[in-house]
T-cell receptor, first 114, second 114 residues
Framework: AQSVTQPDIHITVSEGASLELRCNYS??????LFWYVQSPGQGLQLLLK??????LVQGIKGFEAEFKRSQSSFNLRKPSVHWSDAAEYFC????????????FGDGTTLTVKP | DVKVTQSSRYLVKRTGEKVFLECVQD?????MFWYRQDPGLGLRLIYF???????EKGDIPEGYSVSREKKERFSLILESASTNQTSMYLC?????????????FGPGTRLTVL
């Protein structure tokens, strides 16, 4: 069975500073990996996903993530954070089979200081 | 754009009541999911459906049932609501059973059981 760990429950950064949110997964092979964002009072929205190929993946809103097989990690990054990025971020893993079920991490809440 | 709608944003029910949460998607997706979201626990899968009239238990199915009579609609039923079912409920859909398909989420229903 797959699992996901987001080690940071809450992160605070200043507007304009860089951001990195950590995600570690456990799965026997290379899984499908996702990052979702949830703004207050909203459902989750996909930021980016990794299936195969280039290990650096570009997403929406200026986010990127890097898949590192040796570290079983898929960390999310943004070079310069905007106040509107304040939200909860979820990493998810899905098996590379036809099961279709994703497992989500517990989430990281991002606060942006002015 | 895929749209996933949920029948209510906020719902208040009494202990012992039967509760129906409705979810509709408009993109002919095969898979539909119900999650509950609680602070610090991330998203936990209650049930999912991969076809009309087909369902499979998720991680926390106790106290819940589901119904999928039409492809676009997936209902979550609390047969006898209890206070520990107070939570945010999120519905999602994905194209098909392949693990690489992202999920599209509704805005959520915040259920309070008194």
């Amino acid at each position: 069975a797959q699992s996901v760990t987001q080690p940071d429950i809450h992160i605070t950064v200043s507007e304009g500073a860089s951001l990195e949110l950590r995600c570690n997964y456990s799965y026997g092979a290379t899984p499908y990996l996702f990052w979702y964002v949830q703004s207050p009072g909203q459902g989750l929205q996909l930021l980016l996903k990794y299936f195969s190929g280039d290990t650096l993946v570009q997403g929406i809103k200026g986010f990127e993530a890097e898949f590192k097989r040796s570290q079983s990690s898929f960390n999310l990054r943004k070079p310069s954070v905007h106040w509107s990025d304040a939200a909860e971020y979820f990493c998810a893993v899905a098996p590379n089979t036809n099961a279709g079920k994703s497992t989500f991490g517990d989430g990281t809440t991002l606060t942006v200081k002015p | 754009d895929v749209k996933v709608t949920q029948s209510s944003r906020y719902l208040v029910k009494r202990t012992g009541e039967k509760v129906f949460l409705e979810c509709v998607q408009d993109m002919d997706h095969e898979n539909m999911f119900w999650y509950r979201q609680d602070p610090g626990l991330g998203l936990r899968l209650i049930y999912f459906s991969y076809d009309v009239k087909m369902k499979e238990k998720g991680d926390i199915p106790e106290g819940y049932s589901v119904s999928r009579e039409k492809k676009e609609r997936f209902s979550l039923i609390l047969e006898s609501a209890s206070t520990n079912q107070t939570s945010m409920y999120l519905c999602a859909s994905s194209l098909n059973g392949r693990g690489g398909n992202e999920q599209f989420f509704g805005p959520g229903t915040r259920l309070t059981v008194l």
